[in-house]
């Protein structure tokens, strides 16, 4: 599975659009983009994936760049809810299910 | 809405001894799986499990660690000899399908501690 880069963290405003960077230049054609976040010691949480397309659901948006050497997850409207770890993870989809590889991943912390 | 649910939520034992924790995967789940995460580390793949066997286990799961699916609903990790290192936050996963839409759900974790 190819590697990502993220900052180690990253603060945003309540009510502002947060948006979270990650980097994987070595992505190959069938590897897939996942963002999962952890909230304080609970188990993590599934947010989104992609392929190529940029996709949309009712947790955020996920971009991906053209040549696929980079992502962004944006949380439209953060609260402080949203206040967690954010995983970016890139990885080969398997018909066994697969396993997820968890890098540091991003500090997100939503200030009042 | 359907969730993953762990027991103990915290597990205190004695270096050596054997420990259990379970896990029950959302009921119409098919893709089981535990991850570790040792206090202010990431978190550390150790194994799946499908169709009543392992399909992919780390370094980390050692012949010290066995996983059951013993009846329809509970799936265990098993640890026989624990270490002071077994210490962690132990999360089980689960899903309904493989491929691209694999969305594990996870659950609370169960806290281990080793003295």
């Known amino acids: 599975d190819a590697k990502t880069t993220q900052p180690p963290s990253m603060d945003c405003a309540e009510g502002r659009a947060a948006n979270l960077p990650c980097n994987h230049s070595t992505i190959s054609g069938n590897e897939y983009v996942y963002w999962y976040r952890q909230i304080h010691s609970q188990g993590p949480q599934y947010i989104i994936h992609g392929l190529k397309n940029n996709e949309t659901n009712k947790m955020a948006s996920l971009i991906i760049t053209e040549d696929r050497k980079s992502s962004t997850l944006i949380l439209p409207h953060a609260t402080l809810r949203d206040t967690a770890v954010y995983y970016c993870?890139?990885?080969?989809?398997?018909?066994?299910?697969?396993?997820?590889?968890f890098g540091q991943g991003t500090e997100l912390s939503v200030k009042p | 809405e359907p969730e993953v649910t762990q027991t103990p939520s915290h597990q205190v034992t004695q270096m050596g001894q054997e420990v259990i924790l379970r896990c029950v995967p959302i009921s119409n789940h098919l893709y089981f799986y535990w991850y570790r995460q040792i206090l202010g580390q990431k978190v550390e793949f150790l194994v799946s499990?499908?169709?009543?066997?392992?399909?992919?286990k780390s370094e980390i799961f050692d012949d010290q660690f066995s996983v059951e699916r013993p009846d329809g609903s509970n799936f265990t990790l098993k640890i026989r000899s624990t270490k002071l290192e077994d210490s962690a936050m132990y999360f089980c996963?689960?899903?309904?399908?493989?491929?691209?839409?694999?969305?594990?759900?996870f659950g609370p974790g169960t806290r281990l501690t080793v003295l």
């Open positions: 996963a689960s899903s309904d399908r493989a491929g691209a839409y694999n969305e594990q759900f």
């Open positions: 993870i890139v990885r080969v989809v398997s018909n066994q299910g697969g396993k997820l590889i």
């Open positions: 499990f499908y169709n009543n066997e392992i399909s992919e």
